[in-house]
């Protein structure tokens, strides 16, 4: 009897299959606080294998107008799924043109996170809640007594720990806000940052 040949087995390796990244592009005008923070986040296993994050930053310290011009441009890129432009206020004088690149960017659907009064704020609300006024020189201050640092360079790794709950503070004041009916620019202290982390971390929306 002729002995029963056995079917090959099929040496192909099986690719398994993921799902494909999101690309973010965020528009930022620090040089310093902001792409720390923004790199540090990207960088995060979880965030990195679902979501491919580009941070352009603006070599002029560009006024958010800018950048939000430079993100509709950006935007027509097939491969580029969302574009945020990070952004201050600034108190007491405020930058020129925020009402205009506002709409601009509702109307190109262009996301914002804007700080008010800065940046700081978003940092701050890693350590403690944030209600009273503050203008943009007492943010700084703050910030920098609560994390001991001398310049604008942040050790990230220091507030991502904390982000979750940077981000309920900062939906909280937004709800306060909302309740009191302060609209833009009188919404301060606020940070949309938190809407920014909803977009690639569910986890740390600031929900609840």
Not at 119 to 139: G, K, P, V, Y
Not at 142 to 152: C, N, P, Q, V
């Amino acid at each position: 009897m002729t002995p029963r040949r056995t079917r090959a087995k099929d040496l192909r390796r099986r690719t398994a299959t993921r799902p494909e990244r999101r690309t973010i592009v965020i528009f930022c005008e620090g040089e310093a606080s902001e792409p720390d923070y923004l790199n540090a986040l990207r960088r995060l296993p979880h965030i990195r294998d679902s979501t491919a994050i580009n941070i352009e930053i603006d070599p002029d310290q560009g006024v958010p107008l800018t950048l939000v011009n430079r993100a509709i441009e950006r935007s027509a890129d097939d491969e580029v799924d969302e574009c945020w432009c990070v952004f201050d206020v600034e108190w007491p004088r405020h930058h020129p043109h925020l009402d205009r690149a506002i709409r601009l960017a509702a109307e190109h659907g262009i996301r914002l996170a804007v700080s008010n009064p800065c940046f700081e704020l978003w940092l701050i609300l890693h350590f403690q809640d944030q209600t009273a006024f503050l203008t943009t020189a007492e943010a700084q201050r703050l910030s920098r007594k609560l994390d001991g640092r001398t310049g604008k360079r942040i050790d990230p790794t220091r507030y991502l720990q904390q982000r979750q709950a940077a981000a309920r503070r900062a939906a909280l004041l937004g709800r306060r806000h909302d309740r009191n009916q302060a609209t833009f620019p009188n919404d301060n202290p606020s940070s949309g940052m938190y809407e920014l982390l909803r977009a690639v971390e569910p986890t740390a929306s600031g929900s609840g």
